[in-house]
Nanobody, 123 residues
Framework: QLQLVESGGDSVQPGATLRLSCVAS????????FGWFRRAPGKGREWVSS???????SYSDSVKDRFSISKNDAKSTVYLIMNNLEPEDTALYYC?????????????????WGQGTQVTVSS
């Protein structure tokens, strides 16, 4: 059974760092690109970052200087390190998988989605 399970979300103060993890199972991890999306309260789902099957990263303008995406093929896990968190980063963060070399900001490119992990940034 194909599954994506996110973890690492927490309630933190502005300026803090969090590392989100997305553990994949049930499919050939190495052949997929992965993305992180988020949905803030009252807003639509927003693309945050992606990583290709060959580990090429891409970022939205709002996070590119603060967030870092990576993956560990041996552990079938994708990470998102979020530095210098801001209240505007408060959202439910989702991991997604696309059966392709590289995927970007379009949700339709991704076939599989996790249930999300909550990040709350507040003083």
């Amino acid at each position: 059974q194909l599954q994506l399970v996110e973890s690492g979300g927490d309630s933190v103060q502005p300026g803090a760092t969090l590392r989100l993890s997305c553990v994949a199972s049930g499919f050939a991890f190495n052949y997929y690109a992965f993305g992180w999306f988020r949905r803030a309260p009252g807003k639509g789902r927003e693309w945050v970052s992606s990583i290709s099957s060959e580990s090429r990263p891409s970022y939205s303008d709002s996070v590119k200087d603060r967030f870092s995406i990576s993956k560990n093929d041996a552990k079938s896990t994708v990470y998102l390190i979020m530095n210098n968190l801001e209240p505007e980063d408060t959202a439910l963060y989702y991991c997604a998988a696309a059966y392709t070399d590289a995927a970007g900001e379009f949700m339709d490119d991704y076939e599989y989605w996790g249930q999300g992990t909550q990040v709350t940034v507040s003083s």
